[in-house]
């Protein structure tokens, strides 16, 4: 906190400080006796997410793309939940992420193998409903819905179960 504000004193005084370190979560987790560390996968986990197999289907390359969602860019349910296509700078190969815990947009790279998913997902596979701007759909009933939090937290904890990871 006190080095977010030096940063806002120099702005103030006309120095010149980028925006995004503005954005920067500077503070520290405050964590207590009994809270237990965030999960991490394992290496081992790792590999076995590396050699799952996705169907060839419009599930299977959804699924495909919000899992790289998770391991590529470390983002929440929530902020996968949010993404719209409009969010995706494809030229300039970033994401811009507008539902955070933060409340600050925040623009992230994207690697190779996220954006080939992404790709493979919009062009051949994502449902053409321009009823919501949200990127990631799911059919329920033959209906077609934008994703939720929830239904994204499902897609994760499906992969993982077929995976064998806990």
Same mark, same amino acid.
């Given at each position: 906190?006190?080095?977010?504000?030096f940063?806002?004193? $120099?702005?103030?005084?006309?120095?010149?400080?980028?925006?995004?370190?503005?954005? $920067?979560? $500077?503070?520290?987790?405050?964590w207590?006796?009994?809270?237990?560390?965030?999960?991490?996968? =394992?290496?081992?986990?790792?590999?076995?997410?590396?050699?799952?197999?996705? &169907?060839? =289907? %419009?599930?299977?390359?959804?699924?495909? +793309?919000?899992?790289?969602?998770?391991?590529?860019?470390?983002?929440?349910?929530?902020?996968?939940?949010?993404?719209?296509l409009?969010?995706?700078?494809?030229?300039?190969?970033?994401?811009? !992420? %507008?539902?955070t815990?933060? #409340?600050? +947009?925040?623009?992230?790279?994207?690697?190779?193998?996220?954006? =080939?998913?992404?790709?493979?997902?919009?062009i051949?596979?994502?449902? #053409?409903? $321009?009823?919501? &701007?949200?990127?990631?759909?799911?059919?329920?009933?033959? !209906?077609?819905?934008?994703?939720?939090?929830? =239904? !994204?937290?499902?897609?994760?904890?499906r !992969?993982? +179960?077929?995976?064998?990871?806990?």
């Amino acid at each position: 906190t006190a080095i977010r504000r030096f940063f806002r004193f $120099l702005r103030h005084n006309d120095e010149i400080v980028h925006p995004s370190v503005l954005n $920067l979560p $500077l503070s520290t987790p405050n964590w207590s006796k009994n809270s237990s560390l965030p999960v991490v996968l =394992s290496a081992e986990d790792r590999i076995k997410l590396d050699a799952y197999e996705f &169907p060839e =289907s %419009r599930t299977g390359y959804r699924d495909r +793309a919000i899992l790289y969602c998770f391991t590529e860019l470390g983002l929440r349910c929530c902020e996968v939940a949010g993404l719209c296509l409009a969010d995706i700078k494809w030229n300039q190969g970033t994401i811009v !992420i %507008r539902k955070t815990k933060t #409340r600050f +947009a925040r623009e992230l790279p994207i690697s190779e193998k996220l954006g =080939s998913a992404l790709e493979d997902y919009v062009i051949h596979n994502r449902p #053409r409903d $321009l009823g919501s &701007p949200l990127f990631f759909k799911y059919s329920s009933a033959h !209906i077609l819905l934008p994703a939720t939090t929830e =239904s !994204i937290r499902g897609v994760i904890r499906r !992969i993982f +179960a077929k995976t064998g990871i806990t």
